[in-house]
């Protein structure tokens, strides 16, 4: 095929002679362009600096991640284009590990031995499936959503092979954009189509979106009983037993998850912090050991696994061992820069229990350190929050708060930022901040209007985006900064700047709160106004 000779493949293989073996294998095929990668850190440098066809990546790549470890990287951080084929080859016969592969959803699996012909054969079919999505994946990465719904109805048309993956793509689309209602009628028309369980999983999505969580929590025990293997719905069950607070129930389920797919990192992760808030000390300090190792050699590690390790082994007891996890964490991930602030919350914390008198210095440090934008998640936050009232530092927890509030993503953030306040008895000064939060983000707007009225549309956007910045992940800020974008190219004109301004903050509101009942409208007017002023979306897409 002539189709085969334009491929560029990414062959990871730390192994010489089977790295020379597949090389050979690929030319065989008709692949020439070939470039190797001996190590999941390797290979995710290479994929960040080119773009690849191909991706023909070992399962076991000696020290550092695996070949599953790295493909979780690449989907989590978006590192490869979607139509991009990654195909995993093995000789791992451990159901587990093959499983926690699977469940990424890889173009393909194969396990050793295989022959150029099986090669191949897996490469021709999902070139033949890229073929069919191409135009569908390129609208969906230029953040295009409503195009590439209508994109999927053409698939569904000309490559009536795979209609029913057109129409799947389509209902994820919707739930992408928010559309839980279309979503749900499409789900169930693929259910009755066809009884899959992907179909029953999309159902149970929408449900939960639209806040029907005793309705989706039956399809997914229903699911996760017909399929004890079927991960996606393992982890949206724990998700719905999470926001109806059931905490002991979403930990019953993971556990069963990790026992059936041990390796998956971001469900271990999430496990060990459910643990830590049910008081199972037992297993948050099991799973974040092994969070800890499997993330040990990722481009992406976080130090806040570290943290979540520390805070286990301090309520355990066995602050010796914290302390060897502080200085782990000095020595690997010192470049990175959220660690200082890490560092120190640690510290605290085990001084907290020894009755160390740097304490104060190190509340000090932690709280001096997070007021940086450095991506410390709320659950940290919160937590510094808490020591800090528990050693009468009053203030510095109000500051700590009072920013985890302004940037509160839904009322569970808010309810959680107050709890701190009355777990220590002072749920008045919880009240207090919550109110303020709100009289800070309302001044906000009412000024961004009155510039608006004033006919300073621009200074309505610099001022709005500010506090965007300020709190990214409030929905309702982010979105009253695109308005502001939206209503200055609607009465100065298009420009490429603050076009791609309003497109940005509707993609982060979409993320942040894809059922805001404001999304659409927001989302229409952009869409109105690129009509207006003949934009191509492909054109200004980043």
Known sequence: MS????IRALLIEPHSGMRVSLHNMLNLCGITKIEHGLSAGTAVRAIQAKVYDLILCEYDLGIGQDGQQLLEDMRH???APLSTIFIMVTAERSYAKVVSAAELAPSDYLLKPFTADMLLERVIRALEKRKAFVDVYNLMEQGSIPEAIMACHHGERDYPKYAIDFMRLRAELHVI????VEAEELYKYLFELKAVAWARLGLAKT????????????ILKSLVAENNKYMDAYDWLAKTHEMVGELPEAKEVLDVAVSVSPHA???LRKLGKIALETGDIETAENVLKKVVSKAKFSEFRDPEDHLNLVD???KKGDTEQAKSVVRDLEKNMSSLKKTAAVRAISAAMIHAKTGDARLGEELGNAVAASREDIGLSTDAKLGLAKSCLENDQEDNASEIILDVMKNASNQQVMNKAMGVFESAGKGHLGKELAQRSQKEVMDLVAM??????????????ELMAAAARKSPDNPQVVLN?????LKCLENMGWDHATGELARGLIESARRLDPMNPRLKAIRGLYDELQKKYGINAARVAK
């Open 207 to 218: 449900l939960f979106m639209q806040g029907k969580y005793q309705e989706a929590e039956e």
């Open 177 to 180: 954009q928010g559309e839980a």
């Open 481 to 485: 900064a695109a308005l502001a974008a």
């Open 448 to 461: 961004g209007v009155q510039k608006a009225k004033q006919g300073d549309f621009r200074g309505s956007v």
């Open 77 to 79: 951080h978006k590192l």
């Open 312 to 314: 286990a082994l301090v």
């Open 265 to 267: 990192v971001r469900r």
């Open 3 to 6: 189709e085969l000779s334009d």
